[in-house]
């Protein structure tokens, strides 16, 4: 996967909110000569960049698994292959799974459930999604753990704190990624001898334009899938939560609100959203908020920064828990919507009020620190200490 490196801004601020603020003031559509990249900050602009693809485009060269996934892709090869698994994602398949994604909950907060305190992040949030798209996807239970540090490793940015250097990071992230290339490939080899009824099976069977699909075409679906759904859920429950505990008002208020729920984790997506940034690249000259970005060059659209803008949304610093209508773009815009959207909810949903039924009480663990991950694209907590 292409090498992430943290902007100044993100690194230097405290809370990227402030570098935001300050960015959409001053710079709104800012050039870095160092990464060599134009970044966009308000909500306008950042929607236009997500959304007008024929300006802005997802594709970009290089061998990468991912390469050769939706993501990457522009219309209308783009919508041929997401069509492909857009019936498992559709809010009524994802439904379905309500009852057993309930019991992935109950099964990890029972293990929990006679300490004086737990992690939400380590014994909740994180294990959680990626049992559930294990399962969906068709892969041994045994594998789990593997899985979850492959998929944690590729998303994740440097780690300069932790003395890591961005050769180090390069290193690693490719030995990864074959790792996990070699894992899929056998994976695909056994349900194409034995079809099962999963994801993998319901791929292997698919077809684009009368062809079936090659095998990197099958990994980078697989690759995609574990990734985007993975840390990004986590932090969605995490971030959320932080967001409700902050100010036990807020979750009280939910609690005894239950009502309230929907709108809570919508802004919790808006608020502290879990994916922070998307990349284009621009096919020609284009002019975006009075600047012309030249032909070729990579276009970071800031989604944390337009969540936060108060030419868009009323008392936008500040976590409403009933905030109606709430147009946040946490899960991007235009044809490579989240597709995922449906089941990141769902896991939301059943996970913050299976802590509202068994912890009402919870409150945050006192003097506790809150550190994020090290990352320009995922915004999330490391750990997040509660007590009953
Ligand atoms: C695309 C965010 C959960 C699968 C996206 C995009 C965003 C996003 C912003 C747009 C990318 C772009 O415009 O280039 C999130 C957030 C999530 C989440 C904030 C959790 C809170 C999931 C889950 C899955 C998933 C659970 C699946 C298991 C995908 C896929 C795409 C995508 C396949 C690509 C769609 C396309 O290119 O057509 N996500 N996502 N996401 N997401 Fe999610």
Known sequence: PALIIPSRGWLSAASPDVWYREMRDVGPV???????CYDVFRFEDVQRVLSDHANFSSQRAGEELTSQSIINMDPPKHM?????VAQAFTPKAIEALAPRIEEIAKELLDEVANQPGFD?????????????????LGVPNEDREKFKHWSDIVVKGVDFEAGETIEDNMKLRHSVTQELGAYFAQVIQSRAIQPSNDLITA?????VDGEKLTIPELLGFCFLLLV????????????????LLETPANWERLVREPDLLNSAIEEGLRFRSPAQSMNRFTKEPVEIGGVTIP?????????????????KFDRADEFVIDRNPNPHIAFGMGPHFCLGAPLARLEGRIAIQALMNRFPTMKLVEGAEFKTVASPIIYGLKSLPVVR
């Open 228 to 243: 985007a759904g993975n840390e990004t859920t986590t932090n969605l429950i995490g971030n959320t939560m932080l967001s």
């Open 203 to 207: 791929l292997l069977a698919s077809e």
């Open 295 to 311: 032909e070729g060059t990579e276009v970071i659209a800031w989604i944390g920064s337009a969540n936060l803008d108060p030419e």
């Open 80 to 84: 041929k292959y997401r069509q492909l």
């Open 30 to 36: 800012h050039y870095d000569a160092e990464r060599t």
């Open 120 to 136: 939400i992040i380590r014994d909740f949030s994180y294990p959680l999604p990626v049992i559930v798209i294990a399962e969906m």
